[in-house]
C-alpha cells in the first residue's frame, strides 16, 4: 500500500534552516509528483512547494519563493524540503503527498520556529 512517512521536523531559531524528508513505497515513485503542504494553527491546509516525476519541474507558493527547495531522489524515493531563512509564520505541521487515484497524505512532521 502507498506510505508516505515524513521527518526532519523540530524547533529552530529565526533565520535558521531544516531539511524535511519524506520516504515513499508502494507505488512506481518516479511515475507521480509529489507536494509539500503544511498546516499552521487555525489554518487551512496550504500547498507549499511541488515537483514533477523527474525532478524537472518544481513550484512554489509565493510565501516560500527563494527560501524553500524541493527536490527528489528517485532511486531512494525520497523528496525533500529545504527550508533557509526560516520565520515563525512558518510554524506548521508540514505534510508530504502525492495523487495516484486517490489523495495520499502522511502523518506530517512539526516544524516550529521560535526564539
Known amino acids: 500500500q502507498v506510505q508516505l512517512v515524513e521527518s526532519g521536523g523540530g524547533l529552530v531559531q529565526p533565520g535558521g534552516s531544516l531539511r524535511l524528508s519524506c520516504a515513499a513505497s508502494?507505488?512506481?515513485?518516479?511515475?507521480?509528483?509529489m507536494r509539500w503542504y503544511r498546516q499552521a494553527p487555525g489554518k487551512e491546509r496550504e500547498l507549499v512547494a511541488f515537483?514533477?516525476?523527474?525532478?524537472?519541474?518544481?513550484k512554489y507558493a509565493d510565501p516560500v519563493k527563494g527560501r524553500f527547495t524541493i527536490s527528489r531522489d528517485n532511486a531512494e524515493k525520497l523528496v525533500y524540503l529545504q527550508m533557509n531563512s526560516l520565520q515563525p509564520e512558518d510554524t506548521a505541521v508540514y505534510y508530504c503527498?502525492?495523487?495516484?487515484?486517490?489523495?495520499?497524505w502522511g502523518q506530517g512532521t512539526q516544524v516550529t520556529v521560535s526564539s
Open positions: 503527498h502525492t495523487y495516484l487515484s486517490a489523495s495520499y
Open positions: 515537483i514533477d516525476g523527474v525532478g524537472g519541474s518544481t
Open positions: 508502494g507505488f512506481i515513485f518516479s511515475q507521480y509528483a
